[in-house]
């Protein structure tokens, strides 16, 4: 099948890393049998509907008549009702196949892919790669096949990436799986495609497809975070990658939650209608117990950290919170 | 016959002042009246009315989108997400589900089969009664805490959000469930016990074929509906685990629910439609319906294969493979039910008397959007395709193709036709196709757009998008306004000739079923004598009358 589609490929469709009129780039190895089966439908839906808008338009006006004019003669046509039964039929069943054949290579991983692990949660996404390294955008090597394996840890969410041509809604309290391999280096955007609530349309993230040789790399410097960076850097690191920012801001404005800004030492007014001074503790159980106690003014919408950040990362988080005055 | 064809050959009946409109007076006679054309006539008011609510929203939502961040103050992302909720809401629980079938479906079933009423005249009541006490509950959602779920309710976000409106939107839902169950067991008994003599199964009008199928599915799945409605709310107020994860339910089974109704419902939507455009392009055409018993088996074929296609809304949701083969198959078998009334539709037109009325251009309008509609299904429903478009503009704008080209295109070409039978009034000719003209283009222009930013990979329900995309939203926009004014000016005509028209004959078009041998408008009781029907497509022997602009029968 690939084969084929290969073949017709390179004469019916202008394929590659250029977006077209329709499509974003072609970037995984799946992208161009989707978009083949895509033109194979568009032409057949071109062609039916020039046909049948253009019949139309001319029997209104070729047999346009008077009031006065007498009704037209009764006409059946069994063959003809048998032929537009029969070919919609035929052309439905090949594109039913070719659907199929699609379908069926891009849900089918290879066995030697290379396992991200993703979570969903509003309104961030977090990868976390087999070495235990974390991170908020997806970095993978370019010609290798990778295969998703993600849940959501609150609504159903849906990972999209347009330039690869896959999707896969992630679900709470299950796991769904998606893969591809990237043809193209460089940066694609990642969307949330299932309605998740009031920044859904935020939940973007990208793919960063590294050359050959350059994942390691990268690998290896994201995930000693503490060795190579002052604990200042590395808490600003954290809270990037870990989604934070998608609901605290560092320049004073509220969203979601409150802002970061001037946040150490901070009193702050809760809702059951204490308060209480930000220091270290008030910090750590803020990210590990964040329903505990809620701000005044906020919702208890904060996913809790408890296991997904270690006491060093808390640290590192607390220094750089020191900073933003 | 002999007492009906003293009014058969002249276009007001003896007792010209006495029709259902003026038989008695006062809002009580209205409220609480049996009559089906009252209802009818009160169901068609105030879907036209929810028609405008949801329209607003719509053209909010568009304004929202003229810029890819924040646009209008007033409307941030909460704001944004309940607009487009009670956009979709309004439109397909309290628009299009009920407009074409409880609207033009509770005036016309009867007088086309000559009978004097529906088989249960107060269950027609009580379903209109049902319909303005779900539609209260829709308010109540707008004012209590709103709702932000989608039209949908997926779980687990319909379980969790803090909008409060979800448990009176949904059992809004639920109350509208029972208003569409009523009317479609009414139907179906009407259609059963009252046809006349003549009327075999095969003789019936394709407006009645369209309507029983659409009846069989609206008692069929909407209970189904109503059970998953029940369940959220249960879950959402006693806390007991059906769909949420948290609380040891599985979020995919309500989808599965849901689908299981809002599928066929789909079809609950354009399956009135088809029966209106049979209709429209053969009486317009003066020529006998080509192919009828496919088209009316067409329509039975989509009411019975729209049950077992739910499943192709779940390509994406974790659902097992083999499932989503299956789904997709039989999604392709619907696909050629469809084709074929397209193609009978047109051999209608071939070598035909063909008038260029406005029913006839909205007929016209609406065979090139449930084209396109329905041509855009099959990218949907090819599994690879699909994988890709899910849950992006392109679906948005296929199925905006198949509902509102569809059905909207459809109920104007139905009020246009109906118009003079059920008001007495002709409307402006003129003003009649520039509507249906900026209809068709405003419609094409907000939503082939669409299409391409779909295809290019921007996701439904975005408050803001990547700058990109930008040109096509604003296209869209401009397109939804002169969509707008192109629907207001089409209900302004319909107005207007409430008062201005001229009277209208019985029968302007030369049609040959049943509700053309009734006055225009028809009396209380629509018919002294049952008539006999005949071939409700033979039109040879009605001949165009210019004395009175109508035409009458040679028939005895």
Same mark, same amino acid.
């Given at each position: 099948?690939?084969?084929? &589609?290969?073949?017709?490929?390179?004469?019916?469709?202008?394929?590659?890393?250029?977006?077209?009129?329709?499509?974003?780039?072609?970037?995984?190895?799946?992208?161009?049998?989707?978009?083949? &089966?895509?033109?194979?439908?568009?032409?057949?839906?071109?062609?039916?509907?020039?046909?049948?808008?253009?019949?139309?338009?001319?029997?209104?006006?070729?047999?346009?008549?008077?009031?006065?004019?007498?009704?037209?003669?009764?006409?059946?046509?069994?063959?003809?009702?048998?032929?537009?039964?029969?070919?919609?039929?035929?052309?439905?069943?090949?594109?039913?196949?070719?659907?199929?054949?699609? #379908?069926?290579?891009?849900?089918?991983?290879?066995?030697?892919?290379?396992?991200?692990? =993703?979570?969903?949660?509003?309104?961030?996404?977090?990868?976390?790669?087999?070495?235990?390294?974390?991170?908020?955008?997806?970095?993978?090597?370019?010609?290798?096949?990778?295969?998703?394996?993600?849940?959501?840890?609150?609504?159903?969410?849906?990972?999209?990436?347009?330039?690869?041509?896959?999707?896969?809604?992630?679900?709470?309290?299950?796991?769904?799986?998606?893969?591809?391999?990237?043809?193209?280096?460089?940066?694609?955007?990642?969307?949330?495609?299932?309605?998740?609530?009031?920044?859904?349309?935020?939940?973007?993230?990208?793919?960063?497809?590294?050359?050959?040789?350059?994942?390691?790399?990268?690998?290896?410097?994201?995930?000693?975070?503490?060795?190579?960076?002052?604990? =200042?850097?590395?808490?600003?690191?954290?809270?990037?990658?870990?989604?934070?920012?998608?609901?605290?801001?560092?320049?004073?404005?509220?969203?979601?939650?409150?802002?970061?800004?001037?946040?150490?030492?901070?009193?702050?007014?809760?809702?059951?209608?204490?308060?209480?001074? =930000?220091?270290?503790? #008030?910090?750590?159980?803020?990210?590990?117990?964040?329903?505990?106690?809620?701000?005044?003014?906020?919702?208890?919408?904060?996913?809790?950290?408890?296991?997904?950040?270690?006491?060093?990362?808390?640290?590192?988080?607390?220094?750089?919170?020191?900073?933003?005055? | 016959?002999?007492?009906?064809?003293?009014?058969?050959?002249?276009?007001?009946?003896?007792?010209?002042?006495?029709?259902?409109?003026?038989?008695?007076?006062?809002?009580?006679?209205?409220?609480?009246?049996?009559?089906?054309?009252?209802?009818?006539?009160?169901?068609?008011? +105030?879907?036209?009315?929810?028609?405008?609510?949801?329209? /607003?929203?719509?053209?909010?939502?568009?304004?929202?989108?003229?810029?890819?961040?924040?646009?209008?103050?007033?409307?941030?992302?909460?704001?944004?997400?309940?607009? $487009?909720?009670?956009?979709?809401?309004?439109?397909?629980?309290?628009?299009?589900?009920?407009?074409?079938?409880?609207?033009?479906?509770? $005036?016309?079933?009867?007088?086309?089969?000559?009978?004097?009423?529906?088989?249960?005249?107060?269950?027609?009541?009580?379903?209109?009664?049902?319909?303005?006490?779900?539609a209260v509950f829709f308010v109540t959602a707008m004012v209590h805490g709103g709702i932000d779920t989608g039209w949908t309710f997926y779980t687990p976000y319909s379980v969790t959000t803090p909008a409060n409106g979800v448990i009176w939107a949904t059992m809004g839902v639920f109350i509208l469930g029972f +208003?569409?169950?009523?009317?479609?067991?009414?139907?179906?008994?009407?259609?059963?016990?009252?046809?006349?003599?003549?009327?075999?199964?095969?003789?019936?009008?394709?407006?009645?074929?369209?309507?029983?199928?659409?009846?069989?599915?609206?008692?069929?799945?909407?209970?189904?509906?109503?059970?998953?409605?029940?369940?959220?709310?249960?879950?959402?107020?006693?806390?007991?685990?059906?769909?949420?994860?948290?609380?040891?339910?599985?979020?995919?089974?309500?989808?599965?629910?849901?689908?299981?109704?809002?599928?066929?419902?789909?079809?609950?939507?354009?399956?009135?439609?088809?029966?209106?455009?049979?209709?429209?392009?053969?009486?317009?055409?003066?020529?006998?319906?080509?192919?009828?018993?496919?088209?009316?088996?067409?329509?039975?074929?989509?009411?019975?294969?729209?049950?077992?296609?739910?499943?192709?809304?779940? $390509?994406?949701?974790?659902?097992?493979?083999?499932?989503?083969?299956?789904?997709?198959?039989?999604?392709?078998?619907?696909?050629?039910?469809?084709?074929?009334?397209?193609?009978?539709?047109?051999?209608?037109?071939?070598?035909?008397?063909?008038?260029?009325?406005?029913?006839?251009?909205?007929?016209?309008?609406?065979?090139?959007?449930?084209?396109?509609?329905?041509?855009?299904?099959?990218?949907?429903?090819?599994?690879?395709?699909?994988?890709?478009?899910?849950?992006?503009?392109?679906?948005?704008?296929?199925?905006?193709?198949?509902?509102?080209?569809?059905?909207?295109?459809?109920?104007?070409?139905?009020?246009?036709?109906?118009?003079?039978?059920? /008001?007495?009034?002709?409307?402006?000719? /003129?003003?009649?196709?520039?509507?249906?003209?900026?209809?068709?283009?405003?419609?094409?222009?907000?939503?082939?757009?669409?299409?391409?930013?779909?295809?290019?990979?921007?996701?439904?329900?975005?408050?803001?998008?990547?700058?990109?995309?930008?040109?096509?939203?604003?296209?869209?926009?401009?397109?939804?306004?002169?969509?707008?004014?192109?629907?207001?000016?089409?209900?302004?005509?319909?107005?207007?000739?409430?008062?201005?028209?001229?009277?209208?004959?019985?029968?302007?078009?030369?049609?040959?079923?049943?509700?053309?041998?009734?006055? +225009?408008?028809?009396?209380?009781?629509?018919? +002294?004598?049952?008539?006999?029907?005949?071939?409700?497509?033979? /039109?040879?022997?009605?001949?165009?009358?210019?004395?009175?602009?109508?035409?009458?029968?040679?028939?005895?």
């Open positions: 099948m690939n084969t084929l &589609v290969g073949s017709m490929l390179s004469q019916l469709v202008i394929a590659g890393s250029e977006a077209s009129y329709w499509f974003p780039p072609q970037a995984s190895t799946t992208a161009a049998e989707v978009d083949w &089966v895509y033109y194979f439908i568009y032409w057949i839906s071109v062609f039916f509907t020039v046909m049948i808008v253009s019949a139309g338009l001319y029997f209104m006006w070729r047999f346009r008549s008077k009031k006065t004019a007498g009704a037209a003669a009764a006409a059946h046509n069994t063959a003809l009702e048998v032929t537009w039964t029969v070919v919609p039929g035929i052309l439905c069943a090949c594109i039913f196949y070719f659907g199929l054949t699609g #379908y069926m290579d891009t849900h089918t991983p290879p066995d030697d892919a290379y396992v991200v692990n =993703v979570t969903g949660v509003k309104w961030a996404w977090s990868f976390t790669y087999p070495d235990g390294t974390v991170s908020d955008t997806l970095h993978v090597p370019v010609h290798r096949p990778v295969r998703l394996v993600m849940t959501s840890e609150d609504v159903i969410h849906s990972l999209f990436i347009p330039a690869f041509r896959t999707k896969q809604d992630v679900v709470p309290g299950r796991y769904t799986e998606e893969w591809f391999e990237a043809t193209e280096t460089g940066e694609f955007t990642i969307f949330c495609a299932e309605f998740c609530g009031t920044k859904h349309s935020e939940m973007l993230s990208k793919v960063v497809v590294h050359p050959e040789g350059d994942f390691t790399k990268w690998l290896s410097a994201a995930g000693n975070i503490h060795e190579r960076m002052s604990p =200042v850097e590395a808490g600003e690191l954290l809270v990037k990658q870990r989604g934070c920012m998608q609901c605290h801001s560092t320049d004073g404005s509220p969203s979601t939650g409150p802002s970061w800004k001037g946040i150490w030492g901070r009193g702050e007014k809760l809702a059951d209608g204490s308060s209480v001074t =930000v220091d270290e503790n #008030y910090i750590r159980s803020s990210i590990f117990q964040p329903q505990a106690q809620i701000v005044a003014g906020y919702g208890p919408v904060m996913p809790t950290f408890q296991g997904k950040l270690k006491d060093r990362d808390i640290t590192a988080i607390i220094e750089y919170f020191k900073t933003l005055k | 016959m002999s007492s009906l064809d003293t009014t058969l050959g002249h276009g007001a009946p003896a007792h010209a002042e006495d029709n259902y409109l003026t038989h008695s007076h006062g809002w009580k006679s209205w409220l609480l009246t049996l009559d089906h054309k009252r209802i009818g006539v009160m169901y068609l008011c +105030s879907t036209i009315a929810s028609l405008f609510l949801g329209g /607003f929203f719509a053209l909010a939502l568009r304004t929202e989108l003229l810029t890819p961040g924040p646009t209008i103050a007033m409307i941030d992302h909460d704001m944004y997400n309940r607009m $487009f909720t009670l956009h979709g809401a309004i439109m397909v629980f309290l628009f299009i589900i009920p407009a074409i079938p409880a609207g033009l479906g509770n $005036f016309f079933v009867p007088v086309m089969l000559g009978a004097k009423d529906v088989a249960f005249p107060k269950l027609n009541l009580a379903s209109y009664h049902l319909w303005i006490f779900g +208003s569409s169950i009523f009317t479609g067991l009414n139907f179906i008994v009407t259609i059963h016990k009252l046809r006349p003599e003549g009327m075999t199964w095969f003789r019936m009008p394709l407006f009645l074929w369209a309507l029983y199928s659409t009846s069989v599915i609206q008692v069929l799945a909407t209970p189904v509906l109503a059970i998953t409605v029940l369940l959220l709310t249960v879950e959402r107020t006693l806390h007991v685990g059906i769909f949420d994860p948290a609380l040891g339910g599985d979020p995919v089974l309500f989808q599965h629910f849901f689908w299981f109704y809002s599928h066929p419902a789909v079809y609950i939507m354009i399956l009135p439609g088809f029966g209106i455009i049979s209709e429209i392009v053969s009486v317009h055409s003066r020529k006998h319906i080509f192919g009828y018993r496919f088209i009316a088996f067409s329509s039975l074929a989509i009411a019975l294969l729209g049950f077992l296609v739910w499943g192709h809304h779940l $390509f994406t949701s974790g659902q097992s493979q083999l499932a989503s083969v299956i789904f997709s198959a039989i999604s392709f078998a619907i696909a050629i039910p469809s084709a074929i009334k397209v193609f009978n539709w047109l051999a209608t037109m071939y070598k035909s008397s063909l008038q260029l009325t406005t029913p006839m251009w909205y007929a016209f309008g609406f065979i090139v959007l449930f084209l396109i509609g329905g041509l855009t299904g099959l990218f949907l429903a090819a599994l690879a395709v699909d994988i890709h478009l899910h849950d992006t503009y392109f679906v948005v704008a296929h199925f905006h193709y198949v509902m509102v080209g569809g059905t909207l295109l459809a109920l104007f070409g139905g009020l246009y036709h109906w118009w003079p039978k059920m /008001f007495g009034r002709m409307y402006n000719e /003129f003003w009649g196709k520039v509507g249906a003209v900026l209809v068709t283009l405003g419609f094409n222009v907000t939503f082939f757009p669409q299409f391409v930013m779909g295809t290019r990979g921007m996701p439904r329900r975005y408050y803001s998008y990547l700058p990109e995309f930008q040109p096509l939203h604003v296209a869209s926009t401009i397109g939804a306004y002169l969509l707008g004014f192109g629907i207001l000016l089409a209900f302004v005509n319909l107005g207007v000739a409430l008062f201005r028209g001229r009277k209208a004959p019985t029968n302007p078009w030369g049609g040959a079923t049943l509700e053309w041998q009734c006055a +225009s408008p028809p009396p209380h009781d629509n018919f +002294s004598v049952t008539p006999v029907a005949h071939d409700p497509y033979d /039109f040879a022997h009605l001949k165009y009358d210019e004395k009175i602009d109508g035409y009458t029968s040679r028939r005895s």
